[in-house]
C-alpha cells in the first residue's frame, strides 16, 4: 500500500505544515496585491492633480509605461524563486 502512495513515509505534521505554510502563502500574497492595488490608485489619484496639459500626460504616461514593461518582468521573476 505504501507504494503506491506518493506520500508515503512523510509524516503528518509535515504535511500540516506544508498545507498552512501554502494558505499563509496565498493569503500573504492577495494582501500584498490589494496593497499595491490601492496604492497604485492614490498615487494615480496625486499624480492627475500635479500634471497639466495633454501633452506632459502623454510624456508622462509613456514614462511609467516604460519604467512598467522592464520592472515588471524582474518583480516577477522575484516572486517566482
Not at 506544508?18 to 496593497?35: N, P, Q, R, T, V
Not at 512598467?68 to 516572486?79: E, M
Request: no cysteine; aromatic share 8%.
Amino acid at each position: 500500500m505504501g507504494a503506491t502512495n506518493p506520500k508515503a513515509g512523510i509524516p503528518v505534521a509535515a504535511q500540516m505544515a506544508k498545507l498552512i505554510g501554502e494558505l499563509l502563502f496565498a493569503m500573504l500574497g492577495s494582501l500584498i496585491k490589494d496593497w499595491g492595488n490601492s496604492l497604485l490608485l492614490k498615487v494615480g489619484a496625486w499624480l492627475d492633480t500635479r500634471v497639466h496639459g495633454r501633452a506632459t500626460r502623454i510624456v508622462v504616461g509613456l514614462l511609467l509605461g516604460l519604467a512598467a514593461y522592464f520592472l515588471v518582468p524582474i518583480v516577477i521573476g522575484l516572486f517566482t524563486l
